[in-house]
């Protein structure tokens, strides 16, 4: 969990004005209840990773964005918007940090066919069984939605100690005149049943730094589809 400090602190907050600025830059993204009736709690993937149903730490922020905004081109095909999301999340400057401890930890011969690069994690489509820095591989594909399964590398397959599935989304309300963008995230202990306590992987104050950290790769995403 040092790692998001880390990146918290190199990426956007330097001081007291720069926290402020990054508290400003993302007054738009918010975060809404996410209950337990989410279809992301009732799909035979999480059921699996999770057998032992433990508590979770779950989010979902959300962020909309004028359709006059967005560029025309990712409209034009259902999928495509959702894709260059996806791609901002993961080759802007709010994963940069995090790309770059993964390289250096983890970037070698059995990691290969892994995305990397900016350039690759750009230009990427993000199909089922990509794989993303090994620590993401995604899971599940939709026009609208994207989800990767995180919290260790993709190289353990089975049930784990640390768990987590991450969703991006974008919908497009013309009725509305919006796109919806989301980012949703479920952690989790896998690999046994937790104490009776019910208490959420995650402790609060490094919640909190997730969805500072969340609210930052919102930013990076939503810039990559705007005009």
């Not at 999340?89 to 709010?94: A, D, E, N, P, R």
């Not at 690759?120 to 199909?127: A, F, G, K, V």
């Not at 899971?139 to 609208?144: D, I, S």
């Not at 969703?167 to 919908?171: D, I, K, N, R």
């Given at each position: 969990?040092?790692?998001?400090r880390?990146?918290?602190?190199?990426?956007?907050i330097?001081?007291?004005?720069?926290?402020?600025a990054f508290?400003?830059a993302?007054?738009n993204?918010v975060f809404v209840?996410?209950?337990?009736s989410?279809?992301?709690?009732?799909?035979?993937?999480?059921?699996?990773l999770?057998?032992h149903?433990?508590?979770t730490?779950h989010d979902?922020?959300?962020?909309?964005v004028?359709?006059s905004?967005i560029?025309p081109s990712l409209l034009e095909?259902?999928?495509k918007l959702?894709?260059?999301?996806?791609a901002g999340?993961?080759?802007?400057?709010?994963y940069?940090?995090?790309r770059?401890?993964?390289?250096?930890?983890?970037e070698?011969?059995?990691?290969a066919?892994d995305?990397?690069?900016r350039a690759?994690?750009?230009?990427?489509?993000?199909?089922v069984?990509?794989?993303?820095?090994?620590?993401f591989?995604v899971?599940?594909?939709?026009?609208?939605r994207i989800?990767?399964r995180?919290?260790?590398?993709p190289?353990?397959q089975g049930?784990?100690?640390?768990?987590?599935?991450f969703?991006?989304?974008?919908?497009v309300?013309?009725?509305?005149?919006?796109?919806?963008?989301?980012l949703?995230?479920v952690?989790f202990?896998?690999?046994k049943?937790?104490?009776?306590t019910?208490a959420?992987?995650?402790?609060?104050y490094v919640?909190w730094?997730?969805?500072?950290?969340?609210?930052l790769?919102?930013?990076?995403?939503?810039r990559?589809?705007?005009?």
């Open positions: 969990m040092g790692l998001f880390r990146a918290l602190k190199l990426t956007t330097g001081g007291t004005a720069s926290l402020g508290f400003f993302t007054r993204s209840p996410l209950p337990l989410d279809p992301i709690f009732h799909t035979p993937g999480y059921q699996s999770n057998p149903n433990n508590p730490s979902l922020c959300i962020r909309r004028p359709l905004e560029n095909k259902k999928g959702t894709e260059a999301f996806c999340v993961y080759s802007g400057w709010g940069a940090y995090q770059r401890y993964f390289s250096k930890k983890y070698n011969s059995s990691t066919t995305l990397w690069t690759d994690l750009r230009t990427s489509t993000y199909e069984g990509t794989r993303i820095t090994d620590h591989e899971v599940e594909k939709t026009p609208e989800v990767v995180c919290g260790d590398s190289r353990k049930v784990r100690d640390s768990d987590g599935l969703e991006l989304s974008a919908v309300k013309p009725e509305d005149g919006v796109a919806e963008f989301g949703k995230s952690f202990q896998g690999s049943q937790v104490d009776g019910g959420p992987p995650m402790p609060g919640f730094l997730h969805k500072q950290y969340t609210k790769w919102m930013e990076t995403g939503v990559n589809v705007m005009r």
